[in-house]
């Protein structure tokens, strides 16, 4: 697993997910068995992109834009993984 940063310590052009409790996970009523998908969605996937007035400016694998506060507790992801979602669209 990887560990929680601040977003503040990522370069533009660095790609992280915001950090999010566990959960998610759904029972196969067939099987017993729990799951968690473990793909990470393009709406999830962030690249810095440059400063902004209140925070860090980000683009997400989609194109939408955000600005996320500096202290942002984030986990890094590879640039490899952000830029398959986005060939995904």
Do not use: H, Y
Not at 21 to 46: F, M, N, V
Not at 59 to 79: L, M, W
Request: with cysteine.
């Amino acid at each position: 697993m990887r560990r929680k940063i601040q977003l503040s310590t990522l370069s533009v052009g660095r790609c992280f997910t915001e950090v999010k409790e566990p959960g998610g996970a759904s029972e196969d009523s067939k099987e017993g068995i729990t799951r968690q998908a473990p793909i990470l969605a393009a709406d999830d996937a962030w690249k810095v992109v440059g400063e902004a007035d209140q925070g860090v400016a980000c683009q997400n694998a989609r194109g939408v834009s955000k600005t996320f506060p500096e202290d942002a507790e984030v986990v890094e992801i590879p640039r490899q993984g952000f830029d398959r979602l986005v060939e995904r669209g």
